[in-house]
């Protein structure tokens, strides 16, 4: 009980710190970085240099209507590139004027800015992103083939004796779907990525709570599933819908991100803790290592060297824990198994 009170508490000082430290961005409110953007955006030019994209046939189009006026619909990915580029360079321009008056670095949209490689926005957060997802994918398919091939069957309906087993596979699904969409938004950003990328992440969080509740307290029973679903389902739901359809709100999403993430962190651990699970040590490294991830969210650095943040040493610790997660989840599988084997003898 020590150990579960301790986490208890580290993790409600550090929720206490972050909801009363997140607060917006400060660098695309400035009128300087406005000016640039609508600068950039309607003639392509910068102070030092210009945008090719941006640039339109004043004789063709004319330059005060918007860009699907002036530009055929299937010519519309110049306007991404137009938009994109348009910001990058003026957060470089306003971090050059920054640099020159002694000042350090701010957020834009949210974000610190990335120095890019190629076509890279976050070229570290897309590697480690893509790597993620390679380590969830083996994870899933080594979980799959043990439980459909290695495992013994219920003779009478050849599924698995695991109860659990349906749910894994959604949660395999929706893990790596997130970290495909945030390797595709970390290598480029845009609107569609941007929401795709923080829509998926809310939608593995939530499952992953729900997924915690129902393994923790034993949930096998239809009814009881949809009970304990329906309404953490519902407010997932209206939050993404939130999101992409009135505000993407990078101070609330992080917030309930949190919240949810350190809400299934407490669970798996207390649960692990309580029935001497054989993996008990595997959950707690996985709940000190989410929390080590809640502590560099909230005391968020810029890049070092313009290319490793806090959110990259994140996914960093993504890898290793993705692994040990999956490990976890095959041996729960295993035991239960034997467990439910020994009872129909």
């Not at 790597?131 to 994870?139: C, D, R, S, Y």
């Not at 393994?215 to 949809?226: G, Q, T």
Request: hydrophobic residues 45%.
């Amino acid at each position: 009980m020590g150990r579960i009170l301790l986490l208890f508490l580290l993790v409600l000082g550090f929720e206490l710190v972050f909801f009363g430290a997140v607060h917006g961005s400060e660098g695309d409110a400035h009128p300087l970085y406005m000016e640039c953007i609508d600068k950039c955006e309607k003639t392509g030019a910068l102070k030092e240099s210009s945008v090719k994209h941006c640039m339109t046939s004043s004789d063709d189009f004319p330059s005060d209507d918007p860009w699907y006026k002036q530009e055929p619909l299937y010519l519309q990915w110049k306007e991404w590139n137009c938009k994109s580029d348009c910001r990058y360079h003026c957060m470089m321009q306003r971090e050059k004027e920054r640099e020159e008056l002694g000042l350090g670095p701010i957020k834009y949209h949210g974000k610190w800015l990335f120095k890019r490689i190629s076509v890279f926005q976050e070229p570290l957060s897309a590697i480690l992103s893509a790597l993620t997802l390679l380590v969830q994918f083996n994870g899933w398919l080594s979980f799959f083939l043990l439980v459909h091939y290695k495992l013994p069957l219920r003779p009478e309906t050849r599924k698995t004796y695991y109860e659990f087993t349906g749910l894994w596979h959604i949660y395999g699904i929706f893990s790596m779907n997130a970290w495909f969409w945030s390797s595709i938004y970390h290598s480029r950003y845009a609107d569609w990525t941007e929401k795709l990328y923080y829509s998926s992440a809310v939608a593995l969080l939530g499952f992953s709570l729900i997924l915690s509740i129902m393994r923790a307290f034993n949930v096998r029973a239809e009814a009881s599933r949809v009970m304990v679903a329906a309404p953490l389902l519902a407010f997932f739901t209206t939050h993404i819908l939130y999101l992409n359809f009135y505000r993407l709100d990078y101070s609330l999403n992080t917030k309930v991100c949190v919240a949810i993430g350190t809400a299934q962190l407490l669970i798996w651990a207390i649960w692990g803790s309580v029935t001497r699970h054989p993996s008990g040590a595997k959950l707690w490294v996985i709940a000190i290592g989410g929390i080590s991830a809640v502590v560099l969210e909230i005391y968020d650095f810029p890049p070092y060297m313009g290319y490793a943040d806090a959110h990259a040493v994140c996914f960093l610790l993504a890898v290793p824990l993705s692994y040990l997660w999956w490990s976890f989840v095959k041996e729960d599988a295993e035991l239960r198994t034997l467990t439910i084997m020994k009872k129909t003898k």
